[in-house]
């Protein structure tokens, strides 16, 4: 048994978003092997949790770190932790695991337009830092993994001997995607949840639409132009949006731009609904009120190496799911037949979709059933962390490419001139040669 440190960007309530979500499950799956601790960025977290919470450790770090064998870290907070091994002269610490699951650098250029470049120039220092410094590095797709193996060897992680070593770079970079976690007995089957009859304005016998959180990928618009011509046909169906419990720190153009629509439509309150973050505990007791889900997008980067953690929450709580296609959660969809694809910015197929899913209940128990035996054989957490499982029992350090074939490596002007005349001499193939014959350490002559 190992000492595991799990350093979570997120602050841990009782309200928790993905990447929360992801830390809490990482400690609760290797706490049944290691010894786990979360250090977390804030101090108000729930002290009900079956391993240790601490606050980040600016002030006895060097103490908090002295006997931890696996530092797993995921986002900015890791400007902390690299902050923390220099203050204290510790070296690289222990073998270090960076969680890459959620692409900040691509999934941030949506906000550069409200915040301003600098966020990317500074998201891309701090992915530069981590990709320098890794041992191992979790993905959450085969299509994010080559993304990031594209990048490590930009920065000059990949180099022949890593390679030869281990052809297909797992050593290095492997797929941990989020996962799910099986509701306890009587969570989907009690007889009332948390919607229905309880939300004023949604009866006993609503149909029940989720939406949930919105960023500014999603495209909620699409779904309320097709909501208008529906709720003639269907008077009863309701709309759930989730209002984000982090909206300091997160642009909320579309989720603004939404409320006010429907509130000019005068739809809030009678169709459409805007209900709080609900914590993750609870997730089934809503989810179990649900008759289908929807989760539409614009075509981009970020949608094609991102992950919705939701469509897993959503097949695991047994519903039908419409979704755009592209990206991992569209192929995870396709695999597990719970739901129906649609082109981006498609109204008619959109439309379409709801209207055969509003019409059959029989087919939306058929999809939501095929969902959740799929997602439950085949995305279990204890199933998509084998690779940090693996890693956390037999931790290593990488092996780094030689400092002089680092493309940041510094260059000697004195050097890059006789390479230049040597070039104009002798050609492009004789100065290779001359390059790896200075490289082997024959020195240049």
């Not at 006895?60 to 907070?77: C, M, N, Q, T, W």
């Not at 492997?174 to 009587?186: T, W």
């Not at 149909?207 to 999603?218: E, H």
């Not at 082109?343 to 439309?351: H, N």
């Amino acid at each position: 048994m190992g000492v595991v440190a799990l350093i979570c960007p997120e602050p841990i309530r009782s309200v928790v978003q993905g990447i929360g979500i992801r830390f809490l499950e990482m400690a609760a799956e290797l706490g049944h092997h290691h010894a786990v601790s979360l250090w977390v960025p804030n101090r108000d977290f729930p002290r009900d949790l079956p391993f240790k919470v601490l606050p980040f450790p600016d002030r006895d770090f060097a103490d908090r770190l002295r006997d931890v064998d696996v530092v797993v870290i995921h986002g900015h907070i890791s400007e902390r932790y690299f902050q923390g091994l220099e203050l204290h002269s510790l070296g690289k610490g222990p073998p270090l695991v960076i969680d890459l699951y959620d692409p900040f650098l691509i999934e941030n250029l949506r906000y550069t337009e409200v915040l301003g470049d600098e966020v990317f120039y500074r998201d891309r220092q701090v992915l530069f830092r981590q990709l320098a410094s890794g041992d191992f590095f979790l993905v959450s797709s085969e299509s994010q993994r080559l993304f990031y193996i594209g990048v490590l060897t930009g920065v000059g992680r990949l180099h022949p001997q890593l390679y030869q070593s281990d052809r297909t770079l797992r050593s290095l970079i492997d797929v941990a995607p989020f996962g799910v976690r099986p509701g306890e007995p009587g969570d989907q089957t009690e007889a009332h949840g948390s919607i229905r009859g309880v939300i004023p304005g949604i009866g006993p016998d609503d149909l029940v639409l989720f939406f949930g959180g919105v960023y500014d990928w999603y495209d909620p618009a699409l779904l309320l132009h097709v909501l208008s011509g529906l709720f003639n046909g269907w008077p009863t169906l309701r709309v759930i949006f989730s209002v984000n419990p982090n909206q300091d720190t997160t642009p909320q153009a579309k989720f603004r731009e939404i409320r006010r629509r429907s509130d000019q439509q005068g739809w809030t309150g009678r169709h459409v609904f805007f209900i709080p973050w609900f914590p993750y505990r609870e997730r089934f007791s809503y989810l179990r009120d649900v008759d289908l889900a929807v989760s539409v997008h614009e075509p981009s980067l970020e949608t094609d190496l991102s992950l919705r953690t939701r469509i897993l929450e959503y097949l695991n709580a047994g519903l039908p799911v419409i979704a755009t296609e592209g990206g991992e959660s569209a192929r995870i969809l396709g695999s597990s037949g719970a739901g129906m694809l649609v082109p981006a910015g498609d109204l008619a197929a959109v439309s379409g979709a709801l209207v055969s899913l509003l019409e059959r209940p029989d087919l939306r128990r058929s999809l939501g059933q095929k969902g959740q035996h799929w997602v439950r054989k085949h995305m279990t957490w204890e199933a998509s962390l084998k690779p940090l499982l693996a890693f956390c029992s037999a931790p290593r350090k990488a092996s780094m490419a030689p400092e002089a074939l680092l493309p940041h490596a510094r260059v000697d002007g004195r050097a890059l001139s006789r390479a230049y005349r040597y070039w104009r001499r002798r050609g492009s193939v004789a100065l290779v040669r001359r390059i790896a014959q200075a490289m082997r350490g024959g020195g240049w002559s």
